[in-house]
């Protein structure tokens, strides 16, 4: 582990110097710099040490682990530090007063935490709050700095990203699903059979693993995704931007990489295609989205670059009629670009959220917003303004129960059958929203589907409210419409891929 610190001094510390009979190397996972010159160090054997910087020698040493110490993170203040371990646990280690109102202090650890199963391999440390993330990432709020009790003082566990790692070619009815170094492509099953609601109906045809594309060297798959028609596919790495023709050949699949790419500042942070699939949007991490046009045989040529954010572009909505794109940056600000003669249209009011999901809806080519902290709004494009339903929620204001949901919409898209309809989800929620029915209040229930079921009509006409929740799918990855009657669902049981992780490090307990 590295850090730097302005001065051009060296200085060599002989961590493993003071380990008495130490039958292994003993290796630094991480460091921190004080601004006071003192070094502090996590090793494998559990220890976090204070350095002398100029001098090299240890001031202060702690062990909070019987395991590994692989992660550390200091406060702003620099009076706080957040430690993770192998064994799954956190410690914080606070700097004190030796005596009550005495000038002296000195790090004393004073809290650990068991969160995690597994390794703890990285955190931060927030004003109000401890950041843990390994097989889950966990927000344990510091009580003593929350102002009031409420949804900021509440422990938060989130096992999956929150971006799409599941793209959809509609026409072709295929998946591409991403994975750290790989991609998969999959035929969709079929059916010929109905049935009732909640059916489980056999399948005619089923679901086929087409092909697998490997990534080159060591490096991550920052984003990718499949073309409507499914005949382009695109990825991105740190260094490198990746575009594939896909030709179906009966019941084979090839794949022919498109030769001579527009040179790209990467990485990209997202990929999307037009509706027609005849465009390529590449959000870049330098605050820019170009726009590669794709042509036949299999080639393609970079038709604009449209700038205008100031930082990382991460989120994109292209409109279906190629007429509008949104993009969103990592100031929180959405931007609204002219596709048909590439111009800067508007710039949505900035909300003080992150932006979490966005798209245009096709018919009345409005855009709607997911924030973070679950509020949602519609702006219409060509008016350059929130719409009168927007403006009426956002006056009358969401249900409790929505707003204190913790994981954030991930996706949004539109019944093709009813304008009215807005299909959103999060990880455990897949949720039509009625714009022509009433919004609910705190005061009626906001999951009442199964007591709807129950009423007889007239009484059902009265509840009825705007939000038709369902929670049969968790967790859930990607929801998306094939057609006017066809929706796919991905869902990713997490015993799935826990059964998959190696066993964490056992602890001997008392007694035993």
Not at 46 to 73: I, K, N, P, Y
Not at 143 to 166: C, I, N, S, W
Not at 205 to 218: F, T, Y
Not at 406 to 413: K, L, Q, R, V
Request: hydrophobic content about 40%; glycine content about 6%; some cysteine.
């Amino acid at each position: 582990s590295t850090t730097w610190h302005p001065p051009p001094e060296v200085t060599r510390i002989m961590v493993n110097h003071r380990v008495e009979k130490a039958k292994r190397e003993c290796v630094v996972w991480a460091i921190a710099l004080l601004s006071s010159g003192t070094v502090v160090s996590a090793d494998s054997f559990g220890r976090v040490q204070f350095w002398d910087w100029q001098q090299g020698t240890l001031a202060e040493s702690h062990t909070v682990s019987s395991s590994a110490a692989l992660s550390l993170a200091v406060s702003e203040k620099e009076d706080s530090i957040v430690v993770g371990t192998s064994t799954g646990a956190t410690y914080q280690l606070q700097l004190l007063p030796v005596k009550l109102g005495g000038l002296e202090k000195r790090w004393v650890r004073t809290k650990p935490f068991q969160y995690h199963s597994h390794d703890v391999r990285a955190v931060a440390h927030s004003p109000s709050a401890l950041i843990s993330g390994g097989t889950t990432l966990v927000i344990r709020p510091l009580m003593e700095k929350v102002q009031k009790k409420g949804y900021d003082a509440v422990l938060r566990k989130f096992t999956f990203p929150h971006r799409r790692l599941v793209s959809c070619a509609r026409k072709a009815r295929l998946l591409l699903f991403q994975f750290s170094q790989h991609l998969e492509l999959w035929r969709l099953g079929s059916t010929e059979e109905t049935g009732k609601d909640g059916e489980v109906l056999p399948l005619c045809r089923m679901p086929e693993h087409l092909v697998q594309l490997k990534s080159k060297g060591p490096e991550h798959i920052y984003c990718s995704c499949v073309s409507p028609c499914g005949t382009w596919l695109g990825y991105s790495t740190a260094s490198r931007f990746h575009l594939y023709r896909v030709r179906c050949d009966g019941d084979g699949v090839s794949l022919r990489k498109v030769p001579k790419v527009p040179k790209l500042l990467p990485p990209a942070y997202q990929l999307q295609f037009s509706a027609d699939s005849d465009s390529l949007f590449v959000a870049s991490a330098r605050g820019s989205v170009h726009v590669l046009q794709l042509l036949e045989p299999g080639g393609c040529k970079l038709l604009h670059i449209a700038c205008g954010c100031s930082e990382a572009v991460y989120l994109l909505a292209p409109s279906a009629d190629g007429h509008w794109l949104a993009a969103v940056s990592g100031d929180w600000a959405i931007h609204v670009y002219n596709l048909k003669c590439f111009k800067h249209h508007c710039v949505v009011p900035t909300y003080n959220c992150a932006v979490s999901a966005l798209a245009i809806h096709p018919s009345t080519n409005n855009l709607v917003i997911a924030y973070s902290d679950q509020q949602l709004v519609e702006f219409s494009i060509p008016e350059k303004q929130y719409t009168g339903w927007s403006r009426a929620l956002q006056s009358r204001g969401l249900h409790r129960a929505w707003l204190e949901r913790d994981s954030p919409i991930t996706h949004i898209t539109f019944n093709p059958k009813n304008p009215a309809h807005i299909l959103l989800h999060d990880t455990y929620l897949l949720c039509v929203l009625d714009k022509s029915l009433p919004l609910p209040d705190d005061s009626t229930l906001l999951m009442n589907q199964s007591t709807l079921k129950q009423l007889p009509e007239t009484a059902r006409k009265r509840q009825l409210h705007a939000f038709k929740i369902c929670k049969k799918f968790q967790p859930l990855l990607f929801m998306d419409l094939l057609d006017e009657n066809c929706l796919v669902v991905v869902e990713r049981p997490i015993m799935d891929f826990k059964t998959q992780l190696p066993m964490p490090v056992q602890q001997k307990k008392f007694g035993t």
